[in-house]
């Protein structure tokens, strides 16, 4: 996926928190208002802070911006619980308290995740409200999409790294193509369906012969 840099300049070699232990969560907020990530990172310095505190911000038209480099601590999810240590933040403009999420800004959001979890261990999605006492990311976040994009990608259904794909594909393809899958007379490859050890054999049977 497509991931915009801003060339933002950090106040200094680190920030004071270091780096992170390890990153194995994602912490979902919004900002509560609108603008670009060089207004977050102003308003995060002008708090004292290294610079902006999210590691990404993805903005409504479906543009996402790199915040704050992964490997640094973030400032995001709140002093006390120890998840600036570990995790991802990701910051999604708008205020999700009144605001609904545009199509563009859903579909960048989830594909971040999945370009997250392909490079990182995720094993845990939060919401900033889940890590402190606030509303963040809002009412109407869409956090079911999240929830559930998160199960798929856990569960290997979906090809980490972009939009959802059929990880399958290229084997059906091929299964078709090599005449190893046949599927009924009306043509419905039942796919979804277990095999019974018979139906194994004949497979590699046909992709054996398949290969000559
Ligand atoms: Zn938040």
Same mark, same amino acid.
């Given at each position: ?159 980490? !790294?972009?939009?959802?794909? #059929?990880?399958?594909? +290229? ?5 078709? %193509?090599?005449? @190893?899958? /046949? !599927?009924?007379?009306?043509? #419905?490859?039942?796919? +979804? ?5 018979? %139906?194994?054999? @004949?497979? /590699? ?8």
């Amino acid at each position: 996926m497509k991931i915009l840099d801003a060339g933002l300049t950090f106040s200094g070699a680190a920030p004071s928190a270091g780096v992170q232990e390890k990153i194995d969560a994602v912490v979902l907020h919004h900002r509560a208002g609108a603008g670009d990530v060089n207004s977050i990172h102003a308003q995060h310095l002008a708090q004292g802070w290294w610079g902006i505190g999210y590691h990404y911000y993805v903005r409504k038209n479906g543009e996402v911006w790199r915040g704050r480099p992964e490997k640094y601590a973030g400032s995001h999810a709140g002093a006390s619980n120890g998840y600036n240590l570990h995790s991802i933040g990701v910051c999604f403009e708008g205020n999700f308290e009144k605001d609904t999420m545009p199509d563009a800004q859903l579909t960048a959001g989830l594909e971040l995740l999945a370009d997250i979890c392909s490079r990182y261990e995720i094993v845990e999605l939060k919401t900033h409200g889940e890590l402190a006492a606030t509303a963040c990311p809002g009412k109407n976040f869409p956090l079911a999409k999240f929830r559930s994009r998160f199960s798929e990608i856990r569960a290997g259904d979906v090809q980490t !790294g972009g939009t959802q794909t #059929d990880y399958s594909a +290229d084997a059906v393809k091929w299964a078709q %193509e090599s005449g @190893v899958l /046949l !599927g009924t007379p009306g043509g #419905d490859l039942r796919l +979804d369906e277990a095999a019974t050890r018979r %139906e194994v054999l @004949v497979f /590699l049977y046909r992709a054996l012969n398949a290969e000559k």
